[in-house]
């Protein structure tokens, strides 16, 4: 009789159990997504949300990853490092397996703190700061342009196209803006290369007129254009024609923000800037048209939409390589990629993950100089 009982017990507890395990399997997947809704970083965290979020629900729509919804929870970081920081916080108490850190770098650099601490993998599709994977971190992942591959790319380019072109330097004075120009002057200047003038803009300015003028007066012959501010920086493209300043403009990846043509108008015409997609490629060219179809003419050649697009279906595949909804096989598992078939970089180049390199891109040859012409992106420039 106590045998049958227990035997019964038993087999209840095994339903159960099987209950729960099924019901688990069959609960989404859940991500986190920190981004600037609102604030200073908002033109161009609003694409790589867009992007991210896209691939997530196209992923969704084919049944998901591992038989099961992805589900993202989204916060507002406020583009604000300390709220960043609370946000994934949050984001981990909720069971997120993975964080896209969308927001500026400055924000990114606060959330990949304390996402290491909580050992959540994590990581960015397009911020640039060097200090995100430099020194080494164990769960952070990125694929775009660090500091130092982007202007190792840009210093190829001005020996092809200058030779030993004289220097001047404009920035914005945000937090993002100083981190990201530091290390482009410095990087550069290590390489050789002199400056005639470094100027700066305070958030928010309008006229900048005299920044352009001591520019003028120094008389470079390129001018960088550099920061995290793509508002207060297409004021100095627009002083720039105003002034008839001769020498060409080169601008951080930042231009890549889809508003930029609109924002400077006639005076962008002839702008460069480094970037890490080439949108003369087919498959790029692909994935742009859907997310055109989805989000309109802001999509348009958005590289950081395109990248965005690209990391959530690189970390996707990562969950479905780990079997398992585990935040350190998911590290382990994105660590192991090899030669994944990216949208970044080159025709060709595939993203690659080792025990002691979490960037994507590593190798300056991956680098893409783009064009603005006629109010619009007009392709790559040759050199």
Do not use: C
């Not at 350190?328 to 060709?348: C, F, H, M, Q, W």
Request: aromatic content about 6%; glycine content about 8%.
């Amino acid at each position: 009789m106590l045998r049958r009982i227990f035997m019964a017990g038993a087999a209840g507890v095994l339903a159960l159990a099987a209950g729960a395990a099924r019901a688990q399997s069959s609960e989404p997947i859940i991500v986190g997504l920190t981004y600037d809704a609102a604030k200073q970083a908002s033109y161009y965290s609003l694409l790589m949300r867009d992007g991210t979020l896209a691939r997530i629900n196209e992923i969704n729509a084919a049944g998901g990853v591992l038989g099961r919804q992805i589900k993202v929870l989204t916060e507002d970081d406020e583009n604000n490092p300390a709220v960043a920081a609370q946000k994934v916080e949050k984001l981990a108490a909720a069971g997120a397996v993975f964080i896209f850190e969308v927001g500026s770098s400055s924000t990114g650099l606060a959330a990949s703190r304390v996402a290491e601490e909580l050992k959540v993998p994590n990581g960015s599709s397009a911020n640039v700061a060097e200090a995100l994977t430099n020194p080494h971190k164990h769960w952070y992942f990125r694929i775009s342009l660090r500091d130092s591959i982007a202007t190792q790319g840009l210093i190829g380019f001005l020996k092809a196209k200058f030779k030993e072109p004289k220097l001047a330097v404009i920035r914005d004075a945000t937090e993002t803006g100083l981190v990201v120009s530091d290390n482009q002057i410095k990087f550069l200047e290590a390489a050789g290369f002199k400056y005639v003038a470094k100027e700066q803009i305070s958030p928010g300015s309008v006229d900048v007129t005299a920044q352009a003028l001591r520019i003028k007066a120094a008389n470079p012959d390129v001018v960088l254009v550099t920061g995290g501010s793509l508002p207060d920086l297409a004021n100095y493209v627009k002083a720039h024609a105003r002034l008839g300043i001769k020498a060409p403009m080169v601008g951080n990846n930042l231009f890549a923000t889809t508003s930029f043509p609109a924002l400077a108008g006639e005076a962008a015409d002839g702008f460069m800037f480094v970037d890490v997609v080439d949108t003369g490629r087919p498959d790029v060219s692909e994935a742009d048209k859907k997310l055109v179809a989805l989000h309109g003419d802001r999509a348009k050649n958005s590289t950081l939409m395109l990248v965005s697009y690209d990391f959530a279906g690189l970390v996707v595949d990562a969950i479905k390589r780990a079997g398992a909804a585990d935040r350190a096989k998911i590290r382990d598992a994105l660590e192991a990629t090899s030669n994944y078939p990216s949208l970044v970089g080159r025709k060709g180049a595939g993203v690659s993950f080792s025990a002691t390199s979490h960037d994507g891109v590593n190798n300056s040859a991956q680098v893409v100089i783009r064009l603005v012409k006629g109010g619009q992106y007009a392709g790559s420039v040759d050199y």
